[in-house]
């Protein structure tokens, strides 16, 4: 959407556009000018939140402001009007159109129709404290293990003032040829923020669009690069009190990926679930027995101790299916699934995902096996599609393959309980009253408790320790 012409000669609109992000609308969080105000172009006019993030909007118009259109609090639909602009005296009026052919011409994806290029307007004043809305992942559906970080520090610091502009029928080459201090060119206010979140300085990186226009593609390159580092300003306003900047030996990764989406999946869990963790010690000698016992009967397709525990968490999700759910907020309601999809957190080069079973009830002991065996090493080798990494009601973490006993994971959110197993070690244990060397292991369960109590959590741990323990009660419960 690009400014349009008002209905007051002179005057001009200026449409609040699409924010890149494929939204229709945007809530007004905060007008950084008042009527009266004379404005430049590419100023930052106002603060608007949309489903997904805070984003600064600018204006591609420059003059004095005779009129807002919305409350700070209301929601504007995209393509209405968000801002009157009157031309100072003896300005003309720019056209409306030249900006959206040059935007066009710089083909940096998901641009901001409409805006212009930098002028660089005063001084940002402190954003005041808030939440921001988690951007919901769309590739995968994470659950956390101890190594994992549930966030990370924001990057300090500003991008780099983009370039002025230039007439649109001047060689955009020119900004560049003026020198090694000349600004980057940039066009797109997306192209700018996505540096500037990522903290990449634009004057290092190489534009690739026409006459040299740095566009998205670029700074995503960029971001590839391991000698991508922050491009810290020292006097920038919105630094963090106290964060000591980058020195020459640290390294900084940005937050980005399937980090980030980590990152906001595991806020998000923590955020909304009030979660509870139980847990209890079990001797997994008979479980050990058995497994050896049915590959050994059948060594071409072998049962893991995976597949075995996966089993027995199906037999206790039958046994209280109330763990087999999901809490929809908007609807206040509790949504217990007719199947269970088991999610299986598993650690890869790239992150934690959490590839999911659709259904697994209905698969045997061995196939269960073997569709975690082709499952997990999918998922190590990147080849699993998005639709794998999602839609999971209940998760299994065997965190114990980090050599640690215990842990108390992050619920995989929406999903309302995550069942981690911990390492498998000898230990005392008391054996009809006799004082023996067992394999000993610690079970733990992390459960959303708005869609039960402890009865049935400790019901269902209790379940599930019993089997490990005497696999006959598995047994006879499928």
Avoid at 87 to 106: F, I, K, S, V
Avoid at 458 to 477: I, K, M, S
């Amino acid at each position: 959407m690009g400014g349009g012409m008002s209905t007051v000669v002179g005057t001009r609109d200026f449409l609040l556009p699409d924010l890149g992000e494929g939204l229709s609308e945007a809530e007004i969080v905060e007008w950084r000018v008042a009527v009266g105000d004379v404005v430049t172009v590419d100023q930052t006019v106002v603060e608007v939140e949309t489903a997904k993030a805070v984003v600064d909007v600018p204006c591609p118009y420059a003059g004095r402001v005779v009129a807002l259109h919305g409350a700070a609090g209301e929601v504007r639909p995209v393509g209405q009007p968000l801002i009157t602009i009157e031309p100072l005296d003896g300005a003309d009026a720019p056209d409306p159109h030249a900006t959206y052919r040059e935007e066009e011409r710089a083909g940096s994806g998901n641009v901001l129709i409409g805006y212009g290029t930098g002028h660089g307007g005063p001084g940002r004043r402190r954003r005041r404290p808030r939440l921001a809305l988690a951007t919901e992942p769309g590739a995968a559906d994470l659950a956390s293990v101890p190594a994992v970080p549930a966030g990370s520090a924001e990057p300090t610091g500003r991008a780099v003032p983009a370039a002025s502009s230039a007439p649109s029928d001047a060689p955009a080459s020119a900004d560049r040829a003026s020198g090694p201090a000349a600004a980057p060119l940039v066009i797109s206010p997306i192209v700018r923020r996505l540096a500037k979140e990522h903290g990449i300085d634009l004057a290092s990186v190489r534009g690739t669009g026409p006459g040299g226009v740095i566009r998205r593609v670029d700074v995503e390159t960029a971001l590839s690069a391991p000698a991508a580092r922050l491009a810290a300003v020292p006097d920038a306003p919105d630094a963090h009190v106290g964060l000591a900047p980058a020195g020459d030996g640290d390294v900084v990764v940005p937050l980005t990926g399937i980090r980030k989406v980590i990152a906001d999946k595991l806020s998000r869990s923590r955020r909304e679930i009030p979660e509870v963790t139980i847990w209890v010690d079990v001797d997994a000698t008979g479980l050990l027995e058995t497994r050896a016992a049915i590959n050994a009967a059948s060594p071409d397709a072998p049962v893991s101790i995976l597949a075995l525990l996966a089993r027995i968490c199906l037999s206790g999700l039958r046994r209280y299916p109330q763990l087999n759910a999901r809490v929809d907020t908007e609807g206040q309601r509790i949504v217990q699934s007719a199947g269970v999809h088991l999610g299986i957190a598993a650690q890869t080069d790239r992150g934690l995902v959490v590839p999911v079973l659709r259904d697994a009830q209905r698969l045997t002991t061995r196939e269960l096996a073997a569709a975690l065996a082709e499952t997990t090493a999918s998922a190590r080798a990147g080849t699993l599609p998005p639709a794998r990494l999602s839609g999971g009601t209940f998760t299994l973490n065997n965190y114990g393959v980090f050599g640690v006993d215990g842990s108390t994971p992050i619920i995989n959110h929406p999903e309302a309980a995550l069942l981690g197993v911990g390492r498998i070690v000898d230990k005392p244990w008391v054996v009809q009253g006799q004082l023996a060397v067992r394999k000993v292991t610690q079970l733990s369960l992390t459960f959303d408790h708005r869609v039960c109590d402890g009865g049935v959590a400790g019901g269902f741990l209790r379940h599930v320790a019993d089997c490990v323990e005497q696999p006959a009660l598995l047994v006879a419960n499928v």
